[in-house]
């Protein structure tokens, strides 16, 4: 799912200093806050096509920033694309996302459009009674994963770092302020929030493991990294790593395992994508079976940036780590 940072005209989040980037998170966060408690939520429609999506906040040089990005990852593919105004789109849905978390961050109703397709699949996994794990990928915002599942009838565990929507690594100021204010808006949309903590001790899978023996959903970022044990598999032609905790647990816990990305129909208007299951065979030794999925996974990823290059997350760390290679 969409990483969100804090300042999208600078290339990586890591070449600030974390309590530099912690602090311009908070002063965005409240300056957004205080913005959607004066605006009335009428005028977001208005706001979100005019003002955020206009020149004085897509900045030309952030295009131009966007734009190069996609170039080097699809130029090869997409050789008849405007990648100038594919990177305009993703810049007015990436301030539109900061709206509407800012205005979730009140507790109230957003005025966003969701749409779910795929549910037929969800519910057929379900019946199984081994729990689902949606394995979301970095496209839009999580905010519009988390809303339109609600809205559907899908009470979703999501699985969270301690300092998500801050820093890393993680300072005082953003597990104290940012990660909290960040996570305000989303925590009406979630039946439960799973947090792995700051010294990243590994009680949260024993609850995880609960939950999807209870057959509930959980969702877990798909294109992550882990600070160790990452998988290997290719991406556009390019070396990408994940982390392998979904299908790990998929395997040990045989809950079925669902790809998932959401897609921006247009302005406050978001379509979630539950895709079809990704095999997990269980009479394959574990480490055989993550590395299977994990390359099938990442294949539906390339293919899904192909087709909606402007909502895929292009500060994810996949670009990032393509660029450093560059």
């Not at 130029?75 to 694309?81: F, H, K, N």
């Not at 979630?190 to 899978?205: F, T």
Request: net charge positive; aromatic share 6%.
């Amino acid at each position: 799912m969409i990483r969100n940072d804090s300042d999208p005209a600078r290339p990586a989040r890591g070449s600030m200093r974390p309590g530099v980037d912690d602090i311009r998170s908070a002063m965005r966060l409240a300056a957004g806050y205080l913005a959607t408690a004066i605006v009335p939520s009428r005028h977001d429609a208005w706001i979100v096509t005019h003002a955020l999506g206009g020149p004085t906040l897509v900045r030309q040089g952030w295009v131009n920033h966007i734009a190069e990005r996609m170039r080097l990852v699809l130029g090869t593919r997409l050789t008849d694309a405007d990648f100038d105004a594919l990177a305009r789109r993703y810049c007015q849905m990436f301030r539109e996302n900061h709206w509407m978390r800012w205005r979730a961050m009140h507790g109230g109703s957003v005025p966003v459009t969701t749409s779910v397709t795929g549910l037929e699949t969800l519910e057929r996994a379900r019946a199984r009674g081994r729990g689902v794990i949606l394995w979301g990928m970095s496209f839009c915002e999580t905010l519009a994963v988390k809303i339109g599942l609600h809205r559907a009838g899908v009470p979703l565990v999501h699985l969270s770092t301690a300092h998500h929507g801050a820093a890393w690594p993680a300072t005082r100021l953003g597990l104290a302020v940012v990660a909290p204010m960040f996570t305000a808006a989303e925590l009406p949309y979630l039946a439960e929030r799973v947090v792995i903590p700051p010294d990243e001790s590994l009680g949260y899978m024993r609850v995880l493991m609960e939950r999807l023996a209870g057959n509930h959903c959980v969702s877990i970022a798909g294109d992550g990294v882990a600070r160790r044990s990452n998988v290997a598999a290719t991406v556009l032609g390019r070396e990408a790593h994940f982390a392998p905790g979904a299908p790990g647990l998929a395997w040990r816990m045989g809950s079925a395992l669902l790809p998932l990305h959401v897609t921006r129909e247009g302005p406050l208007d978001y379509r979630v994508v539950i895709d079809e299951e990704v095999e997990v065979d269980r009479s394959t030794g574990k480490a055989a079976c993550i590395e299977a999925a994990v390359c099938e996974f990442a294949s539906r990823l390339g293919r899904r940036i192909v087709e909606r290059p402007s909502d895929f997350g292009w500060y994810s760390h996949l670009v990032e780590a393509w660029i450093r290679q560059k």
